[in-house]
């Protein structure tokens, strides 16, 4: 058994009908961490499964193909002894590689929660969307949150709400490269705003514009960020997975 960095440019396809396949468990941030990585091709004379190597959060992902699901587990155990990482990320809901992990008791813990809607949303506010006029007004107030998550206002789509001139929540819905019918939100509120109730409402408002349009979204909070995980399950969504995180003994 060998591997080498991926050349298949259907990658994308094959990754997409994995996570099909599970039934999701991927956020705008965990697909990042493995679409935006190096993907490594494990082969013998034929092609048996592709796994993605993130600079730090290490393995995010092992894609074993339909045809050799019989030998999981000697994939399994040859990708872990890999020196090419120490951090590995992975979903809930892939169950196969969660199995493999406590078979190896390969300890890990809970990383973030993902979220999901399984209830018609109505939101009190009602946002504007950005324009390119507001661009300076919102990198303005909400720059350092939009670098930190990466959102690229020309490409997403973006709300913001606002009262008598002043900036109170920005929310952006970033489609997802591996269910192109779903979008991950995020969203913050300006400090003077917050515990007010805007948080949430931001959330519905969101929801509820991409469940107009039959499409399907998902969020996510770090484990130990109380006030967005409380903040989520105010605006009615709901926990559907975990991620977890573990480090290689």
């Not at 193909?65 to 120490?86: A, C, D, M, R």
């Not at 269910?179 to 959330?203: D, H, L, P, Q, W």
Request: glycine letters at 4%; charged letters at 25%; one cysteine or more.
């Amino acid at each position: 058994m060998k591997h080498q960095e991926c050349r298949n440019e259907d990658i994308i396809s094959i990754y997409r009908q994995y996570y099909q396949r599970i039934h999701g468990g991927i956020d705008g941030y965990y697909e990042k961490t493995i679409l935006d990585s190096p993907i490594y091709e494990i082969y013998t004379n034929v092609t048996l499964a592709y796994f993605s190597v993130h600079p730090t959060r290490g393995l995010t992902s092992l894609v074993v193909l339909p045809e050799h699901n019989e030998s999981y587990e000697t994939i399994f155990s040859y990708v872990i002894g890999l020196p090419l990482f120490t951090h590995i990320l992975f979903s809930e809901k892939d169950e196969q590689f969660v199995d493999q992990m406590k078979k190896n008791n390969i300890p890990y813990e809970i990383q973030a929660y993902n979220f999901e809607a399984n209830q018609k949303s109505v939101s009190s506010l009602r946002m504007n969307a950005v324009k390119n006029k507001d661009l300076d007004r919102i990198r303005k107030e909400f720059g350092e949150f939009i670098e930190y998550n990466q959102i690229s206002l020309e490409n997403k789509r973006a709300f913001y709400y606002a009262q008598d001139d002043k900036m109170i929540s920005f929310g952006a819905l970033e489609p997802l490269r591996l269910n192109e019918n779903r979008f991950c939100i995020s969203m913050v509120v300006s400090e003077a705003y917050r515990k007010k109730g805007y948080g949430s409402e931001t959330v519905k408002f969101l929801i509820e514009y991409l469940q107009s349009k039959n499409l399907e979204c998902n969020a996510r909070c770090y484990v130990h960020n109380e006030a967005s995980r409380k903040t989520l399950i105010k605006s009615g969504l709901v926990i559907s997975n975990v991620l977890y995180k573990a480090q290689k003994g």
